[in-house]
């Protein structure tokens, strides 16, 4: 049966969701236990898949095809087993172990790894010797968990780690990182470099918070590794802190699954970890570590915050091998390797190579603190081009580089001009101070401290090459500390100074442009893409990504970034494709805002339905038109056709429509900075501020909230300013071009002017603009103006001109002009004749606001109106249309487009004809408001003629009523017809009410009056005509009063006053009246019986209390009797009050309370509170009357707009002309026969050109654009401006905690200056060892470390010494040095048996007390002696003359041995055990480093060294001489099986050395393979020297140059192999490292 992959596949995929479904074993009893970790589920998983695997493949027919099969197989596997399927748990399991990946990867073993699969093992069964160096290099891979966990990690409990040699393979290491753990491919990847010391000098709580901050917010914005040594101390300590807080913030938050979670990958050598030998254990996968906080001999515990650790096996015991894989590691990333032929890959596809998507991955490094070792690895990353930028305050290293790069950046701006005399004389002497005040231990180590300063020297040289720049500062010392928070901003700018040129016709390649770009948009740094990316790189910025701008639409806070694009021209209507548009909705559909108030309240969609295929036709267009109004705003062809390129013609209506959709987009999902970018690169900033504010005033409708419905309102009236101010500013600048957008009607509106939607939006204030004002009172005018015309003290009121015009036809010549529609229709004739005459008239006062009644005189181009297309206009033929459109009426001037009042005429010269002076002049709304005014009043009198006409009333004025009362409501059915469809948020519930009231009215009034049928009563009828009186004359008050500036704002006023204020009055007054009309009637008529009348006269009695004050009812009757005595129970209820009579009222005193208390509350309180209250509004609304009272205008200006020239009744032969005309088209529709056949001139009526009328110029629309540029960045500056106090005092805080830091350092500082002071003089002398060391001769001995003070282990100082008086032939008579002794207690017990008696100290006793007794031992000097116990103390100094004799040392005056070689400052037999000279046997033990591969030309050096088990210090193997025995102590430190004397004497030495050689031979001769020779005997200046003790040393060199097994006789726990470099140099004493380096020089070895 051949193997069927889909089965396996939906099979694996059945088992991890029924897994995915079962509920939590973690609950359940102690079965439970096995199932709690996630890898055992995966391991049980994967053994089921690989047993179906095995029986699917049983009866397999050919071996070839099963290898096929077995290969694809195991990548289907990898693809089941694949975390992505898994959605429990955040932490993702390994597709595949280290072995399995390797053979796959390996391309080999595939028969192997198919018996290994078949079998169900597991790569820790595969028995690997540690010793047998892997082919890739990694030895092991596995889970780390931590027992003892501080957290409940987010990406689970497990920490997969590697364990890999220092030659292994980065490529596949890379590879097992991207499969096995299944990471992403970085977009970036960051080294933290930083010391191991768990003590740190940063110190300041504010950097560190803001820089955890920065890092965080810098990890989770894009997919970032980030890479520190990964131990539980120091600053990676810090970095997972951060990563925890965060993590538990997003937890609480349920925000996780969100964001990208941080890669934080920690890199440690194994002999650094406390517990390295429990990770060699190469069989166990699962590995549980309990982290103690406590550091042994220097050796430290993984920080369990991070999710990944690379553990590096040093075999050569190399010091820098975190170092070097971090170096390999950087330049796979870069593509500085050969291997760098990268491709993106999914887990997947496991025959594929870690992959970078063909492009090198960006690679930043940090430095925080530092120690010696981390210059070096700087020096390498920037030779390698990798960006380091240094947090200069932090301590350590990174202190003293940022010092030196600033240094030489401020003496060398130009990095090719290298000041050599300030840096050999000046930087050189400060860097050493400053190594030696950060290093204490290498104020003596003078080749360290060098070697270190040149490297610093070295790595500041290297950093500004190619004009580019490797290194940057940041400095934390002053009060820009804050800006650590935008740590990837100074990461981007590191990395970007790296990588571009500062020369501009250099350019990056669009590939790196566009990752560059992402970069920078992940991290949200628009200033750094507007500063290095564009400015830089002019040339790709037409190569914008449409997926980049989509990425930014949908992030948040990446306003800027949209800003940006469009500022460089990124067209929008060739980006918005209908599917891009569907997908933009359909992303934002779990927007909460967008979701509740637009899916569910304006759709009424449940949130659960997805979006529709056909959502734009149906749901955007629906939701567009209930927000704003525009109907079938979205039209799916038109957008591809933008995408396509077809409508380029119109490519400015398309980029119009295109940019407001997307504004619409975002005001539906709440985000007002991106609409108000959106809004500040539009040309048509009015219409659309004004659309935008009717949006969120709408969307507030169906908010629920109170503080949301609040928002939204306070957006709207934001956006409604913005409108005002836009073209207030333009008013202010240009008044024709304001009129001329305020007049604009095209289609990306709805052929709607900008008054129009403000109206329809309700926005009272723009429509109270000066502008708008203008705009309406030329509306009302239309196409005629009125002359003014002075008759001496008589002036004829404008409402008489119009009436007489009206009713006599020849005042039109009089006091009529007339606008001229068409551009230019006169001949040539006469012209300068026309011209006098248009002056004149010009001229004239004539101009004047028929509203205002005022005398003002309207003297500039503001008066003239404007076409309007819904009246009859007089448009060319063609030929001359194309003529006279080139003749524009706004010429260019200046700043602005204004009237040429000569060449584009306004006002015709002569009078238009009489029929079209009388269609004009009817058409126009001020004529209509006159007339129909006129006739409204007319009506009036006649409809109340018919009311008060006595019985059935006449019949003749009845039926001219009735038609007169029909017209009129036809008329204003169409008007609020035109109003409904024209302003959504008309009321139309009132309207259709009104409607249908005098609907009913006509009918019964026809009925009855007209027709005869008694449908009603004539009273009733009486009824009826009294309430249509009082309807006609009321509607009087709202229809024609409110034109008038005085009477309109107090009509409103009085609107308010009764609709709001009386209403809430009569609310409370309501309560009072029927409370008080039960009481009084109760008291005052207690026997009444219930009856209707009964209810009539109580409540008659108190609401008319409200009018007048009813007391006669309380007065005494004298015709009322008293009732008697009661006689019985049966008659205690028949009457309750005084009188018999029912209808006598009972006064006393409780009828008088209850009354007074009523009148007072009715007269007094209510009556004042009801005129508190009108004054209230009153006072409320005197700002705001007056702008209300121009919307009202508006609105009546337009109502008169829509009416039809004829006032009812007559309107009626309107009505008729329309249906004639209607029948007329029709008919000539039909019969295709109806040609119009006159040349010149045709009449159009309402068409849709006509419509779409004012299209602005493409001038006038940049004008715009960059007026709505200039108010929004107007509008930052004056934010900015109100945060300036808030800043400073933000900065004063910083300042503060700055200074208090300074203070703290000056405090330290002074209380260091004695000490500095007492030092002074050792400062020098250790330049003076310096100097020493280079001059030094093979004829003397140098004695620099016998003056090192203090003493080591001690606070003893020595006594500063000058040169010239270090030798004892110099008289130096105030030389009185400190003696010290070391006791025989502070001895190691194998010493305690040789150690001297302090002879001084016995002298010093003896001298105090003469009676007492002290035996003085006594030595034989310059001699060999014997002890009691038959040892031999050597005491002979091995020291030669040139004679080849024995030097003999001098005695003091004490008898006490003299150091041959001068003072020291220092007595007493210090820390020696023996007086005069100690003997000591060093071997230094050497061989040349291994290589796996082909040899090369680097000669490293290893050497074999001592561990120190106190701290992390290292030693030649030496040992103290006692007598004879000159190796007897030393051959502890190996194992040696059996000697032949009784002392390990030198020939057994050399053939013990020598049989450590594993070379025959027969092959080589053994002098050439093998070296053993004394190469110093004699005296060794060291630290513990004293002037009556000191160190004397036979060094032997014992170097290999064949392969030796030496190692294997080594004491493990004492001797170990070591790679020689400049970190072991320090760890060594300065006594050792001179030896070690005089035979470097004698071998010529490399250092690493």
């Given at each position: ?134 082919e890739n290099g990694i030895i092991s891979d596995g889970i780390i968990h931590f027992s003892n966990c501080r957290q409940q ?289 290498l104020k003596d180590n003078t080749l360290t401290r060098n070697l270190l300063r040149d490297r610093i020297i070295e790595c ?1081 004397h009784q002392y390990w004497v030198l020939p057994e030495v050399v053939n013990f050395f020598k049989s450590a050689c594993k ?90």
């Amino acid at each position: 049966m051949s193997f069927d992959a889909n089965n396996s596949k939906q099979y694996a995929t059945e088992k991890s969701h029924e897994e995915d479904e079962r509920p939590n074993i973690e609950s359940g009893g102690s079965d439970s236990s096995l199932m709690k970790k996630p890898v055992f589920r995966s391991l049980v998983t994967r053994l089921q898949i690989a047993s179906r695997l095995a029986r699917n493949r049983r009866n397999s027919f050919e071996e070839e095809n099963d290898v096929v099969a077995d290969e694809q197989e195991i990548k289907n596997f990898a693809r089941i087993t694949s975390p992505s399927t898994t959605k429990k748990t955040s932490f993702r399991p390994r597709n595949l172990t280290l072995r399995q990946f390797s053979q796959i990867s390996n391309g080999s073993n595939s028969k192997n790894y198919k018996h290994f699969l078949r079998n169900g093992s597991k790569v820790s069964d595969l028995s690997v010797n540690e010793d047998d160096e892997y082919e890739n290099g990694i030895i092991s891979d596995g889970i780390i968990h931590f027992s003892n966990c501080r957290q409940q990690f987010s990406y689970n409990e497990a920490h997969p780690f590697l364990r890999v040699t220092t030659s292994a393979d980065i490529e596949f290491v890379a590879q097992v990182m991207h499969k096995c753990w299944t990471l992403n491919v970085p977009k970036i990847v960051t080294f933290i470099l930083s010391n191991k010391s768990h003590s740190t000098n940063w110190t300041n709580e504010r950097q560190i918070k803001n820089f955890q901050k920065g890092l965080i917010k810098a990890a989770i914005s894009t997919n970032m590794w980030i890479f520190t040594n990964g131990i539980d101390s120091g600053v990676a300590n810090l970095v997972g802190n951060a990563v925890k807080n965060e993590i538990n913030r997003m937890r609480i938050m349920k925000t996780l699954k969100n964001h990208n979670l941080t890669n934080l990958i920690g890199i440690v050598a194994e002999e650094d970890l406390r517990y390295g030998a429990l990770l060699a254990i190469n069989n166990k996968e699962q590995i549980t570590i309990e982290n103690e906080g406590i550091v042994v001999e220097e050796r430290y515990e993984l920080n369990d915050n991070h999710t990944h650790f690379i553990i590096i096996k040093d075999r050569l015991k190399y010091d820098n091998c975190v170092d070097s894989f971090i170096i390999k590691f950087a330049q796979l990333l870069t593509r500085q390797t050969p291997t760098d032929k990268l491709q993106a890959s999914t887990p997947d596809s496991l025959d594929a190579p870690f992959s970078v998507e063909d492009t090198e991955v960006p690679v930043v490094s940090i430095l925080i603190e530092g120690d010696c070792q981390t210059v070096k690895l700087v020096v390498d990353l920037i030779k390698r081009h990798i960006p380091v930028v240094i947090l200069r305050g932090t301590g350590g290293i990174a202190d003293i580089i940022a010092f030196a790069y600033l240094e030489i950046c401020h003496r060398c701006p130009d990095p090719k001009s290298w000041d050599l005399e300030f840096i050999d004389q000046c930087l050189k002497p400060m860097l050493t101070d400053k190594i030696i005040q950060t290093f204490n231990d290498l104020k003596d180590n003078t080749l360290t401290r060098n070697l270190l300063r040149d490297r610093i020297i070295e790595c500041v040289r290297l950093c500004r090459t190619e004009d580019r720049i490797y290194l940057t500062v940041l400095n934390l010392h002053n009060t820009s500390s804050r800006s650590l928070e935008n740590l990837s901003q100074h990461l981007l700018l590191a990395l970007l100074k790296s990588r571009h040129t500062k020369q501009m016709n250099e350019m990056v390649s669009s590939e790196n442009f566009l990752k560059d770009l992402e970069l920078t948009m992940d991290w949200n740094c628009p200033e750094v893409a507007n500063n290095m990316l564009f400015v830089k790189n002019s040339g790709n910025t037409s190569k914008l990504d449409k997926s980049l701008f989509e990425s930014a639409l949908i992030r948040p806070n990446r306003e800027e970034f949209i800003d940006l694009f469009l500022s460089l021209g990124f067209q929008i209507h060739k980006f918005l494709s209908p599917s891009r548009l569907s997908r933009i909705f359909k992303l934002i559909h779990d927007n909460d805002f967008y979701s509740s108030h637009c899916w569910e309240n304006i759709l009424s969609r449940p949130s659960s339905v997805k979006q529709p295929k056909n959502f734009i036709e149906s749901d955007l267009n629906w939701l567009i038109e209930i927000l704003t109004g525009l109907d079938n705003y979205v039209d799916i062809r038109h957008l591809s056709y933008n995408v396509m390129g077809l409508n380029d013609t119109n490519s400015e209506s398309s980029e119009r429509r295109a940019l407001n959709l997307l504004t619409f987009w975002a005001v539906m999902q709440n985000r007002d900075k991106l609409v108000k970018v959106f809004w500040k690169h539009s040309d048509h900033p009015v219409h659309l501020a004004l659309v935008i504010s009717m949006m969120f005033d709408r969307l507030s409708w169906y908010a629920v909230d109170n503080n949301m419905k609040t928002n939204l309102r306070q957006k709207s009236r934001e956006f409604a300013d913005f409108a005002n101010g836009a073209l207030d500013i333009c008013y202010n600048e240009d008044i024709t071009r304001a009129n001329n957008v305020l007049n604009q009607s095209i289609s990306d509106w709805g052929y709607k002017t900008a008054v129009d939607i403000a109206a329809n939006a309700q926005l009272r204030q723009f429509l109270a603009h000066p502008c708008c004002q203008k705009f309406l009172t030329n509306t009302f005018l239309g196409n005629i103006r009125i002359r003014e015309l002075n008759w001496g003290i008589f002036t004829v009121p404008v409402s008489i001109k119009i009436l007489l015009c009206a009713f006599f036809i020849f005042p039109l010549f009089i006091w009529i002009r007339f606008k001229n529609n068409d551009m230019d229709v006169s001949d040539n004739g006469n012209n300068e004749e026309e011209e006098n005459i248009y002056d004149d008239i010009y001229s004239e006062d004539y101009a004047r606001d028929v509203v205002d009644n005022s005398n003002e005189q309207i003297v500039d181009p503001v008066t003239i109106g404007y076409v309007n297309p819904k009246e009859v206009v007089v448009i060319s033929d063609p030929k001359a249309t194309t003529t006279s459109s080139t003749d524009t009426i706004i010429s260019r001037r200046k700043n602005g487009f204004n009237y040429s009042l000569k060449s584009n005429r306004l006002f015709v010269v002569k009078q238009p004809p009489l029929s079209r002076m009388l269609v004009t002049f009817f058409s126009a709304p001020i004529t209509k408001f006159y007339v129909s005014q006129l006739f409204y009043l007319l009506f009036l009198p006649l409809l109340s003629l018919s009311a008060i006409y006595p019985g059935c009333g006449s019949g003749k004025i009845d039926l001219l009523v009735c038609i007169w009362t029909t017209v009129l409501t036809i008329d204003y059915i169409r008007r609020t017809y035109i109003l409904i469809k024209k302003y959504t948020a008309v009321p139309v519930f009132l309207r259709c009410l009104e409607i249908n009231s005098v609907i009913v009215f006509i009918i019964l009034f026809s009925l009855t009056r007209v027709f005869n049928i008694h449908v009603i009563t004539p009273y009733q009828q009486k009824l009826m005509l009294c309430a249509a009186v009082l309807y006609f004359y009321y509607r009087l008050i709202g229809i024609y009063l409110p034109i008038s500036p005085t009477l309109g704002p107090l009509l409103h006023r009085l609107k308010l006053m009764i609709t709001v204020d009386f209403v809430n009055y009569m609310r409370i007054a309501l309560l009072i009246i029927l409370s008080n009309m039960i009481v009084m009637q109760a008291v005052l008529y207690p026997d009444t019986e219930l009856s209707v009348e009964l209810f009539h006269k109580a409540f008659h009695r108190a609401f008319f209390a409200l009018f007048l004050t009813p007391v006669t009812e309380l007065e005494t009757n004298e015709y009322c009797e008293e009732n008697g005595v009661y006689k019985g129970d049966e008659d205690y209820c028949t009457i309750t009050g005084k009188y018999n009579m029912t209808s006598c009222a009972n006064t006393g005193v409780w009828a008088y309370a209850f009354f007074i208390q009523y009148l007072v509350f009715l007269k007094l309180i209510l009556s004042t509170l009801l005129m508190a209250i009108f004054a209230a509004t009153a006072s409320k609304l005197s700002t705001e009357t007056d702008n209300i009272w121009k919307f009202q205008r508006y609105l009546l200006v337009i109502d008169f707009e829509n009416r039809l020239p004829l006032p009812a009744p007559f309107s009626i032969l309107n009505y008729i002309y329309f249906i004639f005309v209607y029948f007329r088209d029709l008919i000539c529709n039909f019969s295709q026969c109806c040609i119009n056949k006159k040349t010149n001139k045709v009449f159009i009526l309402n068409s849709k050109d006509s419509q779409e009328r004012n299209k602005l110029t493409p001038e006038e629309c940049a004008y715009w654009r960059q007026l709505a540029s200039d108010f929004i960045k107007e509008l930052h500056e004056k934010a900015a401006r109100e945060q300036i106090p808030l800043k400073q005092w933000e900065q004063i805080q910083v300042m503060s905690e700055d200074m208090e830091y300074q203070k703290k350092i000056l405090r330290e500082i002074k209380s260091k200056v004695k000490e500095l002071e007492r030092t002074i003089y050792r400062e020098r002398f250790v330049s003076n060892v310096s100097n020493s060391v280079t001059e030094q001769t093979s004829g003397s001995e140098s004695t620099c470390l016998s003056h090192y003070s203090p003493y080591p282990s001690t606070q003893i100082k020595r006594v500063p010494l000058s040169e010239q008086y270090i030798p004892w032939e110099v008289l130096h008579t105030d030389y009185e040095p400190i003696a010290y002794s070391k006791t025989i207690d502070e001895f190691p017990n194998e010493l305690k048996g040789y150690v001297d008696e302090d002879i001084i100290h016995l002298n010093e006793l003896k001298s105090r007390n003469s009676g007492l007794r002290v035996k003085l031992p006594k030595y034989e000097w310059n001699s060999m002696e014997k002890t009691t116990s038959d040892e031999t103390i050597n005491r002979i100094s091995w020291m030669i003359n040139d004679n080849g004799s024995s030097v003999l040392y001098k005695l003091e005056d004490n008898l006490i041995p003299r150091n041959p070689f001068g003072r020291t400052g220092l007595r007493g037999r210090g820390a020696f055990p023996r007086w005069g000279p100690n003997h000591y046997v060093i071997l230094v033990i050497t061989r040349w480093q291994k290589r796996s591969k082909s040899p090369s030309k680097v000669k490293n050096l290893e050497l074999v060294v001592e561990t120190v088990v106190s701290n992390d210090q290292y030693c030649l193997p030496e040992r103290f001489v006692s007598g004879d025995d000159l190796f007897g102590e030393i051959q502890k430190l190996f194992k040696i099986e059996s000697i032949r004397h009784q002392y390990w004497v030198l020939p057994e030495v050399v053939n013990f050395f020598k049989s450590a050689c594993k070379q025959s031979s027969t092959e080589y001769s053994m002098e050439s393979v093998f070296d053993f020779k004394l190469i110093h005997n004699g005296y060794i200046d060291d630290y513990l020297n004293t002037d009556n003790a000191w160190k004397e040393a036979k060094v032997w060199q014992i170097h290999y140059k064949c392969v030796d097994c030496l190692k294997q006789r080594f004491d493990e726990r004492r001797l170990e192999w070591r790679l020689l470099s400049d970190s072991l140099f320090s760890k060594m004493p300065l006594s050792h490292s001179r030896v070690v380096k005089s035979l470097v020089d004698t071998l010529n070895a490399d250092i690493i």
